[in-house]
Each structure stands twice: as structure tokens, then as C-alpha cells.
């Protein structure tokens, strides 16, 4: 008598097919409540990053739910609807991966950390607003390819300059979005990486020690000193929408 036992394999399929489909998630993490939420903006203007990502540990200080959602969406605030309190209230996170995790896993991982220990529920759609679209200007651009590699790199070396190296122009225009607060969309065609270089000195306040004039800058030297210009029109950006969230975190 032939007797058939498909339910053994069926299980350890189904069983497989369901570990596949977590959610990545980190194998230990703190969430504790930062005294000031105002930390993380105050760092970020002193240069100096809140959140800090290294291969398998993540490490957060003083940054408000807000800038942790930003951060676990790869998607600047201007394009977050939610709560206002979500700028209010601020926490301090350190959180561990066994085995080396790269940004975007990290990212994937606070995603999950976020949904389980407070009960985050959002989703994405698209929203007519105005942007502005990054296209060139007659002629050839004013910087070139990048010939080294490696990931993308932004810094700002001294007042009032930023460097982008192996850049994408999607990347650099997501860049400049912070500064203009509103999406940048990339309409110049380019599609390798690149190497740019702005020096905002010239648009510095007189005394040297007063704010840039950010739109000034951008507006000028983006022109000026890269060849591309900036051109505010209606789009279709996606928005991050927090359907819900509770302010108080499940216990570590």
C-alpha cells in the first residue's frame, strides 16, 4: 500500500514562505524618553547627526518621533502628515542587529520598531502640490562625472558650502528639498552619478555671521556654479500619511 504524506512538506513550505515574510526587525533595542525634543534639531544645527547608523547598530539621541519617521521612510518632513505633537516629543533609541546591517535594512528595521513599540500606521499616496523641478540650463552642465567609488557623500566643508560627491541628481535634488522645504524633482535627464560643488560665501550675510539666505543661494549658485536652475510648477509628490501612533511607547 502506497501511503502519501504531502503535509510535511506543505508545512515546512508554508512555514518557510512565512519567515520570509517578516518584517526585518532588530534583535535588541532601548527606547527610552529624551528630556528635550528640541535636542535633535539643535545637533543637526551644530552638525552633528541625532541619528547615527553603523553597520548593525543604530543609535538615536534626543530626536523627535517626527525626524525618527523621516529617517525610517528616507523621506524629508515637509512630506509627513500627522500629528503636530510628532515635532513635541522626543526619545533616545539604541537598537542592535546581529551580523552587519547597511543603512537601508536599518531603516526597514526602525520601520518595525516604530509599528510595534508605538503603534505606527501609515501609508503613502500622491498629492497635488507645488515643487520645484531641477533642469539645466542651456549648455553643458558645470561639473562633471565622478570617477572614484563608493556611496553617495554630502558634506559642508566650512560655512556655506556643500559638497556632493557620486551623487545622483535625484540625490542632490532630495538634497537642496531640505533647504527650499518643499520637493525638488529631478528634470534633467542626467542618470550617472557626480561630483558638484557650491560655495554659498558670496551670498552670506554681510557681517558673516548672519544666516545664508538659503533661496538666494540656491536660486543663484545653483545657476551660476552647476549650470541647472530651479522652476516651481505643480506635482505629484508622494506623501507619508500617519493613519495613527501613540505617543507612549510598549515597555523595553
Known amino acids: 500500500m502506497i501511503i502519501f504524506r504531502p503535509a510535511a512538506p506543505a508545512i515546512f513550505l508554508l512555514a518557510a514562505l512565512s519567515c520570509l515574510a517578516q518584517a526585518p526587525a532588530f534583535d535588541v533595542a532601548s527606547v527610552r524618553p529624551s528630556p528635550n525634543a528640541a535636542n535633535g534639531l539643535n545637533q543637526l544645527n551644530n552638525g552633528v547627526e541625532p541619528i547615527h547608523a553603523a553597520p548593525g547598530l543604530l543609535t ?4 523627535s518621533l ?4 523621516q529617517w525610517a521612510y528616507d523621506i524629508p518632513p515637509f512630506q509627513i502628515e500627522g500629528p503636530a505633537w510628532l515635532k513635541d516629543i522626543g526619545f533616545d533609541i539604541v537598537a542592535k542587529v546581529a551580523g552587519p546591517a547597511n543603512d537601508e535594512q536599518l531603516r526597514l528595521m526602525l520601520r518595525t520598531l516604530l509599528e510595534n513599540r508605538f503603534g505606527l500606521k501609515a501609508h503613502t499616496e500622491r498629492k497635488n502640490m507645488q515643487v520645484y523641478e531641477l533642469t ?11 570617477t572614484t567609488e563608493g556611496p553617495p557623500m554630502f558634506s559642508n566643508p566650512g560655512k556655506g558650502a556643500l559638497v ?18 518643499r520637493p525638488v524633482m529631478d528634470a534633467t535627464g542626467l542618470k550617472g552619478r557626480y561630483d558638484l560643488h557650491m560655495d554659498a560665501t558670496a551670498y552670506m550675510a554681510t557681517s558673516g555671521e548672519g544666516p545664508m539666505d538659503a533661496m538666494g543661494f540656491l536660486f543663484n549658485a545653483l545657476q551660476q556654479q552647476l549650470g541647472v536652475k530651479l522652476e516651481s510648477r505643480k506635482g505629484m509628490p508622494a506623501i507619508l500619511v500617519v493613519d495613527s501612533i501613540e505617543k507612549t511607547p510598549t515597555e523595553n
Open 66 to 69: 517626527l525626524m525618527c519617521i
Open 136 to 146: 539645466l540650463v542651456k549648455g553643458s552642465p558645470k561639473f562633471h562625472e565622478s
Open 164 to 181: 556632493a560627491d557620486r551623487a545622483t541628481m535625484s540625490e542632490f535634488a532630495e538634497r537642496i528639498s531640505e533647504a527650499l522645504q
Open 60 to 63: 538615536i539621541r534626543g530626536a
